[in-house]
């Protein structure tokens, strides 16, 4: 059970990083800020890099 739901975790952590990173990719396209995205990102990397543990 606990790996099902891990499994599932990393496959929607891995979905918000394509989203974000699509974000990321337009806010810089048009000069906006672009920190809160990179702080999501590395959020998201730190917890994919824990689940893998």
Excluded: F, H, P, W
């Excluded at 496959?11 to 809160?36: F, H, P």
């Amino acid at each position: 059970m606990v790996k099902n739901y891990t499994e599932e975790r990393i496959n929607e952590l891995k979905l918000e990083y394509i989203r974000t990173q699509g974000d990321l990719e337009k806010l810089e396209s048009v000069g906006g800020d672009i920190k809160a995205a990179e702080k999501k990102l590395a959020a998201i990397e730190k917890e994919l890099q824990e689940l893998r543990e």
